[in-house]
Structures are given as structure tokens and as C-alpha cells.
């Protein structure tokens, strides 16, 4: 099978992780061999491996969606490919990509990696840091996205960011494509399409950091 990094990704990716990686990172693949049912599964492993051999500290760790149901729903997945990220102690760092984390969603997947390696070290305003710690309830950040569209890693990565600082936040990757269903039922027809707590409420846009969390915080308030 031919690899899907090039030459120079790989030279790009060692000299980085080497420079930014700072401890041991597992990321867990949830998938299926069933074609019929995960078309994409395949493909989003051989990503993984490939990402695994640049780094030494970085592990990926292969689950049969459904086989193992008490991981499954230990993680609450709901969909297939699915990816969990976990740091070097096991903590859960409650984000999610469902689909190939392919296009400019790789770049997402990278800086998640080194976030993680790094125990959920991430940039965010003072204000935003002290919105996170009045949360008192589950906030789901789905992130409807295309790997053709420059704009939605960074409304993926402003969800991202929140959950690895907020135990009441989960920041997920939605490859819209895959996913045609889900797509279907949110009226996803721009991205980055963010759905708040499975219809609560929505946005659609890379908003800028504060803007994001005043659109989260107005479902938060609006209950």
C-alpha cells in the first residue's frame, strides 16, 4: 500500500515532534473492517500508523467498534472511524474525530497531538480560561467540517481547545461527507457548521475565540 505522508511531510513532522513533543501520547482508533459499514476506517489507520513511525513517543492503539461495546461506551462514540486521544497518563483529553482527520484537518490532528503530549497545554484569553470554570454542565461541540475547507480547522481547534481545559466540554471533528445522515438531520450545508449539544444550539463560521464561547455560553444560559 502506498503511503499516504510524503518524503517531505515525514522530514517536516520529525523535525517537529522532536522539537515539540514533550511526553508519550496514545491515540485510540475505533473502527471496523467491514467496508460496507466504515468505508473510511482503513484509510484514517493508515494515517495513524504512518503519523505513529515519524515519533517514538506517539502509540496508536487499534479497537474493533463493534466488538468492544464497554470501551465504546466507556468513551460515549457514537460513529466509526472514531479517534480518542489520551496523554501519558491515561487522561482522556475529550476530544473526538469522526472520519478522516484528512486536508487541512490533518494540521488539526498534528496540533491536538502535540496539545496532548503536552497534558492539554493550549492558548486561550484569561476571559475564556475564567468563562470555562463557572461551566457546571456537559457541553458537546460537534464540528461539521470538509477536508477541502481552510476555515474549519481553526473553528475544530477553538472547540478542541476548550475541552482539553473544561471536564464539562467535548470538542468534536465531523467529516460532514461521511456522515451524510447527521449532515442531513443538523441541515449542514456550509462548513464549519458547530452544533452545541446535539441541537441546543448552532452556529456557522470560523468565529473568532470570544465570539465562539459567548455563542456556547448563550445555550448555557438560555437553560
Known amino acids: 500500500m502506498a503511503a499516504l505522508l510524503s518524503e517531505e511531510d515525514r522530514k517536516y513532522l520529525i523535525d517537529l515532534f522532536h522539537k515539540e513533543l514533550k511526553s508519550e501520547v496514545k491515540i485510540l482508533l475505533f473502527k471496523s473492517d467491514n467496508k460496507d459499514e466504515c468505508q473510511y476506517c482503513g484509510v484514517t489507520q493508515q494515517i495513524l500508523e504512518e503519523l ?32 480518542v486521544m489520551l496523554d501519558a497518563q491515561g487522561n482522556d483529553m475529550r476530544i473526538r474525530f469522526y472520519g478522516v482527520p484528512s486536508g487541512y484537518e490533518f494540521s488539526t490532528l498534528i496540533e491536538d497531538v502535540i496539545a496532548t503530549s503536552k497534558g492539554g497545554e493550549v492558548e486561550l484569553s484569561p476571559t475564556t480560561l ?7 454542565r456537559p457541553i458537546k461541540l460537534q464540528v461539521f467540517v470538509t477536508p477541502t475547507c481552510p476555515y474549519c480547522p481553526k473553528a475544530v481547534s477553538m472547540a ?5 481545559k473544561s471536564p464539562f466540554v467535548q470538542g468534536e471533528m465531523v467529516e460532514a461527507n461521511e456522515f451524510p445522515e447527521l449532515s442531513m438531520k443538523y441541515n449542514v450545508s456550509s462548513v464549519p457548521h458547530i452544533i452545541i449539544n446535539e441541537g441546543e444550539g448552532e452556529f456557522v463560521g470560523a468565529l473568532p475565540e470570544d ?9 448555557v444560559k438560555g437553560v
Open 52 to 83: 505513529a513511525e515519524v515519533n517514538e513517543k506517539i502509540s496508536v492503539e487499534i479497537h474493533d467498534f463493534n466488538e468492544e461495546r464497554e470501551l465504546v461506551e466507556k468513551y460515549k462514540l457514537e460513529m466509526m472511524p472514531a479517534i
Open 130 to 136: 475564567e468563562t470555562l470554570k463557572n461551566l457546571d
Open 211 to 219: 465570539a465562539f464561547v459567548e455563542q456556547i455560553m448563550s445555550v
Open 160 to 164: 478542541q481547545k476548550l475541552a482539553m
